[in-house]
């Protein structure tokens, strides 16, 4: 595809946080991707206090751009640091990170992101994918998959509410025994 037509859809999913002049500038690329992952997972989080919640938003784009700059995407890393702080949840936390390396493998298109360097992401959770590993498989070791809730050991979660880190695990355990490639490519296959 021609790189003026991937230009024209990246504008349309990050609207004038994108600018075609600069789609090297790792910071751009990082800020783009971080807001819709944030908005993606933000109808579920609660407002709080407006000025921790700007810098917990702060705190993780700085943590993800560190990681586009090293070039070693290890999600899980920055997924563990901000649960549980201002009320994050695992599974919000899980879904902004996932989300932020969905958005990201969009720009994988240039020089500096490779698709290789996404092999440790994880299929980021919600409902829709719940929903598609339900379809494929309704239960797996501790797990047992409902309609848009996870039931682990007689606990039941919504995406969002999930506080378990070895229920988390476990998803993508299962994701990564679903998918033919990646977990990552799993929900970029079956999130439509």
Known sequence: MEERIIDFYKRGLYGSNYNVKNKNDINMIANCCFTNAW???ARTYPISN???RI???ANILKDLTT???SKKYTPREIINKYTNVQNLTLGQSQKVVNMFF???YTFSDLEFIKPEY???CDCPIDSIIINRIKEKQSQYKDIILL???VKYKNKIYAWSKIDNYDCYLQLQELIENLSPTTKLDFDFDEWN
């Open 55 to 57: 810098e917990l938003k």
């Open 102 to 104: 969905k958005y990201l």
């Open 39 to 41: 908005k993606d997972m």
């Open 147 to 149: 309609q848009d809730r």
């Open 50 to 52: 407006q000025e921790e």
């Open 118 to 120: 996404f092999s440790d």
């Open 67 to 69: 990681q586009i700059k």
